[in-house]
């Protein structure tokens, strides 16, 4: 690892590895919060075996947490270097002629989703590790949607996630195409056909979980 990050590209590469495995688990995410939306046995299933199996637990879930924490600590880095690199700036930018805002603006999206991170871990995550490992009650088989959707019949709350989300969209239209093209998947036959597929994830994933969290706030 440290030999894979002491150069910038090194760095990069490393960078988009935690990116597309990011991109993985968020389809994965998705997919298991979505069935909130389809019934409460499914979810609550779902979630059970997700909160108790080890292996997603003990191997996966500490996986998880390091890619995205190197992801976000890299790409402060990189944006860090990139700045000093450029120590002067030009005498004219116009940014918006040669570049999306999603590009130019990745750091600042970024900070704003790892502190919609936070709040995530917050609302979910440590109530889960409280429940079992501190206070150690029983399992609940019922609890886990009643959880989900108990979040979500606060108006401000709701609202956060859609920005947050928002921003997230905005964050993926960049960094996806960018992931592919920093571990050298560009060319002319399929490069176009990555920015299609990273366009659609941009907005899809995105639009999927809104939609859960106004679901779960107009079914209160």
Request: aromatic residues 16%; positive net charge; charged residues 10%.
């Amino acid at each position: 690892m440290a030999g894979l990050t002491s150069s910038t590209i090194g760095r990069k590469y490393a960078m988009a590895l935690s990116a597309m495995f990011l991109l993985i688990f968020l389809v994965m995410h998705l997919s298991v919060n979505l069935l909130s939306v389809f019934g409460e046995t499914a979810y609550n299933n779902a979630s059970q075996f997700m909160g108790y199996n080890p292996l997603i637990q003990f191997v996966m879930q500490p996986v998880l947490m390091f890619a995205v924490i190197f992801h976000f600590v890299m790409g402060f880095v990189l944006e860090i270097k990139n700045q000093r690199a450029r120590p002067i700036g030009y005498d004219k930018n116009n940014g918006s002629a040669n570049s999306t805002w999603s590009s130019r603006n990745m750091i600042i999206s970024g900070a704003v989703i790892l502190a919609f991170i936070f709040l995530h871990m917050y609302d979910f995550w440590l109530h889960e590790m409280n429940y079992k490992y501190v206070d150690g009650l029983p399992i609940e088989e019922t609890r886990f949607w009643e959880d989900l959707h108990g979040k979500f019949a606060d108006l401000w709350r709701v609202v956060l996630y859609v920005i947050s989300f928002g921003l997230l969209g905005l964050h993926l239209a960049h960094g996806f195409q960018s992931s592919f093209q920093s571990i050298g998947a560009r060319h002319a036959k399929y490069t176009p056909v990555i920015r299609a597929i990273g366009n659609w994830y941009s907005i899809l994933i995105p639009l999927g979980f809104i939609f859960i969290a106004i679901f779960h706030y107009v079914t209160q």
